[in-house]
């Protein structure tokens, strides 16, 4: 009987079917979007060709975040992807209102003028709404501020005294500089860190336990311009190097600055981000002007930064907007062992100042081995500032982190 199965299952392998004389493209997109994971998605994109283009790979690429206008209501947000060199737009009313604070797992932190932060996977458009501010969460602010009538004021000169109402734009430089999560936000054990405006504390609020954000001293001397999630901590960095271990799982938080670990020598920090349970600091070189990649174990007993000339397959993402940076590994259309700087405005590539060219928005690709850099245009420049921050999609309402393995063929396929 087993024998008989076998030849039979083998009759019908040596037909091969066109598999799309099963079913329509149509139902195989909607299947591919209906898939609850990573794994299931690189499963389904490695039985054939049709469903692969089903569910193109283009779908995990990422992206970056185009400047948009919060007062219109036309809702209509432009991204663009490097893989390809392709813009896009998506429907995204939820942003109208609102500035970008944030950009983790695949989700952004949105602030609006009442200083309350909504979560947003652009991608899905989900939305999970965290607590308002309020009047003693306020107080740490570095210019403390008042709600009156519903609004928020606070002085911007203290030479005046005048109260003056806090607009939409001005929230990041008032209340939330940057917001950082622990997971996509719908894990069911995501923790958002906010960066408070010239202050040396941190706020964190675990979604879906806590009531309301919850201060964190965190024992620096000098304002926090970054924190980045690293082992289930959240290490929180001034401008000049010192930094502060938060763990802010347990019932009673807890921080405890680091002794004295002194930036690279002539270096200025753009941005940082965890690698590999590892601290990676992207910064410019004084001397040359150079970007390159640094690296430091914070949890080891000896701490010190070290130059990194090899992050094997590994892209690494920075902006000017967002601090906290991004890295997977390297996919078609992205330069391996490089990084990628958003933070050019209306570079003319041929570097040459008398040029007439139509400027644009550039992207600059640093090689991580040698330090040399290249510059890609990537959109036109109309006045804007350059692209708000990257995004690393993550569409799927189940799951945590996202790492990249390559299928039979070699090519790399995300899983969770």
């Not at 809702?75 to 009313?93: E, M, Q, S």
């Not at 928005?361 to 290249?374: M, P």
Request: hydrophobic content about 40%.
């Amino acid at each position: 009987m087993a024998a008989q199965l076998r030849r039979r299952s083998q009759r019908l392998l040596d037909q091969k079917q066109d598999w799309s004389t099963v079913l329509p493209h149509e139902l195989w997109e909607k299947i591919g979007k209906r898939l609850q994971s990573g794994r299931d998605a690189a499963s389904f994109r490695s039985m054939c060709r049709l469903w692969r283009a089903a569910l193109p790979f283009t779908e995990f690429a990422p992206v970056l975040m185009m400047p948009f206008d919060p007062e219109s209501t036309d809702g209509t947000i432009t991204f663009y992807r490097p893989t390809d060199g392709k813009t896009f737009t998506k429907d995204l009313p939820v942003l109208q209102g609102k500035e970008v604070c944030g950009s983790s797992h695949g989700w952004l932190a949105l602030v609006d003028e009442a200083a309350c932060l909504t979560l947003l996977n652009p991608f899905t458009r989900a939305t999970i709404a965290l607590p308002p501010t309020d009047a003693y969460f306020a107080f740490d602010f570095s210019r403390p501020a008042v709600m009156l009538d519903g609004r928020w004021f606070h002085r911007p000169s203290f030479s005046d005294g005048v109260l003056r109402q806090v607009k939409l734009h001005e929230m990041r430089d008032v209340f939330f500089s940057e917001v950082v999560l622990s997971s996509p936000a719908d894990s069911g054990d995501c923790t958002a860190v906010a960066l408070l405006n010239e202050s040396s504390d941190v706020a964190f609020y675990r979604v879906g336990d806590d009531d309301s954000w919850r201060l964190l001293k965190t024992g620096l001397t000098h304002e926090i311009s970054c924190v980045v999630h690293c082992r289930n901590r959240f290490l929180a960095m001034t401008y000049d190097g010192q930094i502060s271990i938060c763990n802010v799982v347990g019932a009673i938080p807890t921080a405890r600055p680091m002794q004295s670990l002194d930036l690279p020598k002539q270096v200025s920090p753009l941005s940082y981000l965890q690698l590999n349970g590892e601290l990676h600091l992207v910064g410019t070189v004084g001397s040359t002007h150079c970007t390159r990649l640094y690296k430091c174990n914070v949890f080891a007993r000896k701490t010190v930064w070290s130059m990194v000339t090899n992050a094997g397959e590994l892209t690494v993402l920075t902006s000017h907007n967002i601090a906290a940076s991004h890295a997977g590994g390297s996919v078609s259309g992205l330069e391996k062992n490089s990084i990628y700087y958003s933070g050019h405005l209306g570079r003319c590539v041929y570097r040459d100042t008398r040029c007439k060219h139509t400027l644009n928005l550039v992207l600059e690709i640093i090689n991580i081995a040698t330090g040399n850099s290249e510059w890609l245009p990537y959109h036109q420049y109309t006045g804007s500032p350059e692209a708000l921050c990257w995004i690393v999609p993550h569409p799927w309402t189940q799951g945590r982190h996202v790492v990249m393995v390559k299928d039979h063929k070699g090519s790399t396929e995300p899983v969770l």
